[in-house]
């Protein structure tokens, strides 16, 4: 029997973390940037990074094919989703706990450059970052 913090640990071993400096440079870098925010949605609904996909981590690897940068390629679908896996992605949660556990999902899909933000949106807010409200 594992508990949920057991889970997590084995997670952030297996996959990479940025802090929130790194998540500032690759916001301030790009313009149409691929950031999941796997919280619920009232949760995202109270403040959220501009820019943030909403797709919580209860059914991130079904959304994934609906995120705004497959539609807009274009291509089909598996294609699209193909070409979004081999590009930066970054996850954030509240405190990076789910954000860890989905980048572990969707390192096992075949994404390879896939991120958790640790601290998560509890630090970002903590930071005073900027956000929607």
């Not at 619920?40 to 990074?49: C, D, G, L, R, V």
């Not at 291509?75 to 081999?86: H, K």
């Not at 980048?103 to 005073?128: I, Y």
Request: proline content about 5%; charged content about 15%; overall charge negative.
């Amino acid at each position: 029997m594992k508990t949920a913090q057991q889970l997590v640990a084995e997670a952030k071993a297996s996959i990479k973390e940025v802090n929130l400096e790194q998540l500032t440079q690759y916001l301030q870098q790009h313009a149409e940037p691929r950031l999941i925010d796997v919280r619920e949605p009232a949760e995202f609904a109270q403040s959220h990074i501009a820019g943030a996909v909403n797709y919580p981590r209860g059914v991130l690897e079904m959304q994934l094919a609906n995120h705004p940068a497959v539609a807009a390629s274009g291509c089909a679908a598996d294609m699209a989703l193909t070409q979004l896996a081999s590009e930066p992605l970054y996850l954030i949660c509240r405190s990076g706990a789910r954000s860890a556990l989905a980048a572990e999902s969707l390192q096992r899909m075949g994404f390879t450059q896939v991120f958790s933000v640790a601290p998560g949106m509890q630090g970002w807010l903590d930071a005073q970052l900027p956000v929607i409200n």
